[in-house]
């Protein structure tokens, strides 16, 4: 097996928090519990990621403004929250108020474009307003200058009995440096690098100059890094660690990977979209196949995706089994 040129410095991993319609709660309890575990057994992150109109997380700002009530020390990520269903000054009083809560902890991801299905759900988003919504960079831009402290308003002082900032407020003075962009292209990459933020690259990336994907996501952190030496970059893949689980649950492990690999074979759709095969296997087998991955060999840092459709028992195994055998075999030690 191949040594890696640096140890894994940090260890995360990210949830898509499913819940069922007819009883959402559970569902939103199962992924606080995760995150909670994910703290004891010394992950040094925890992402939620966002999904509207779905049964999945549509508002992991709060969620994890709970998931600082029941956590001190584990970072907490939105991995990521789409701007395009975002008013940036709102969001920004948001993100700020649950880093405050956090103790400065929270790590928020987000991406620019049209809303997923924009079409059919303009009328109700975007009312008056749905031609003329910039769902470009400039869209993230905006919520830097707000979480960096930039004036939102031409006035402040005393009008009466209350006092008005000119900023938003609170203000947190260290998340403008924990600010994320999730980017599949080449130009996103660069984008995050030159405005000073960092860069989250996932399973899935565009095939602009190759149809490989660890060759693609590798142009992508060197792209990053070329303009953003100090910034961090995480890696999420799915990684799904077999050594504590049962027979029935590699069984079905390996039966999501399988289901999922077509789409691995070549670009998907006219964004020609690559998707990278799902890992499954023991820590052993999973640490050769990172190590010889082109993009992971330049990571230190990762927040490993958990399969959307697994049962809570199921995400159980596969975290013990990232801290407590993957983690080691990559160098990683465990937060305290």
């Known amino acids: 097996?191949?040594?890696p040129d640096q140890s894994l410095r940090k260890l995360g991993f990210l949830s898509i928090g499913l819940f069922r319609g007819d009883d959402p709660r559970p569902g939103h309890e199962s992924t606080l519990a995760i995150i909670e575990l994910g703290e004891q057994l010394g992950f040094d992150s925890a992402w939620v990621r966002h999904r509207h109109l779905q049964y999945g997380i549509s508002s992991p700002v709060a969620v994890l403004a709970a998931a600082t009530q029941r956590t001190s020390r584990i970072e907490l990520g939105t991995a990521v929250i789409p701007l395009g269903w975002e008013n940036p000054l709102r969001l920004a009083e948001d993100l700020a108020t649950v880093d405050i809560l956090s103790g400065g902890r929270l790590n928020p991801g987000v991406s620019v474009g049209p809303p997923m299905r924009y079409d059919e759900v303009r009328a109700?988003?975007?009312?008056?307003?749905?031609?003329?919504?910039?769902?470009?960079?400039?869209?993230?831009?905006?919520?830097?200058?707000f979480i960096r402290g930039e004036a939102a308003t031409g006035f402040?002082?005393?009008?009466?009995?209350?006092?008005?900032?000119?900023?938003?407020?609170?203000?947190?003075?260290?998340?403008?440096?924990?600010?994320?962009?999730?980017?599949?292209?080449?130009?996103?990459?660069q984008w995050a690098g030159e405005n000073g933020m960092n860069f989250l690259t996932s399973s899935v990336v565009k095939a602009e100059e190759s149809e490989d994907f660890a060759e693609i996501q590798l142009?992508?952190?060197?792209?990053?890094?070329?303009?953003?030496?100090?910034?961090?970059?995480?890696?999420?893949?799915?990684?799904?660690?077999?050594?504590?689980?049962?027979?029935?649950?590699?069984?079905?492990?390996?039966?999501?990977?399988?289901?999922?690999?077509?789409?691995?074979?070549?670009?998907?759709?006219?964004?020609?979209?690559?998707?990278?095969?799902?890992f499954v296997g023991t820590s052993e087998q999973l640490a050769e196949q990172l190590y010889a991955h082109a993009a992971f060999r330049e990571i230190d840092e990762v927040a490993f995706a958990l399969p959307f459709s697994f049962?809570?028992?199921?995400?159980?195994?596969?975290?013990?089994?990232?801290?407590?055998?993957?983690?080691?075999?990559?160098?990683?030690?465990?937060?305290?």
């Open 1 to 3: 097996m191949p040594l």
């Open 124 to 145: 109700a988003l975007y009312p008056d307003t749905s031609d003329a919504e910039d769902f470009s960079y400039e869209r993230v831009a905006r919520l830097l200058r």
């Open 156 to 189: 402040s002082g005393t009008e009466g009995i209350e006092v008005f900032s000119s900023r938003v407020e609170p203000h947190s003075p260290g998340l403008s440096s924990r600010l994320w962009y999730g980017g599949a292209s080449l130009r996103s990459a």
């Open 219 to 278: 142009s992508h952190v060197r792209a990053f890094r070329e303009v953003h030496p100090a910034g961090r970059i995480s890696q999420g893949l799915v990684v799904i660690p077999t050594d504590g689980a049962s027979a029935a649950q590699r069984a079905k492990y390996q039966a999501y990977a399988e289901a999922r690999t077509p789409r691995t074979k070549q670009p998907q759709g006219p964004a020609r979209m690559m998707f990278s095969p799902d």
């Open 311 to 336: 049962e809570h028992d199921d995400y159980v195994q596969i975290l013990t089994d990232l801290a407590t055998s993957l983690g080691p075999k990559l160098g990683w030690q465990p937060a305290v």
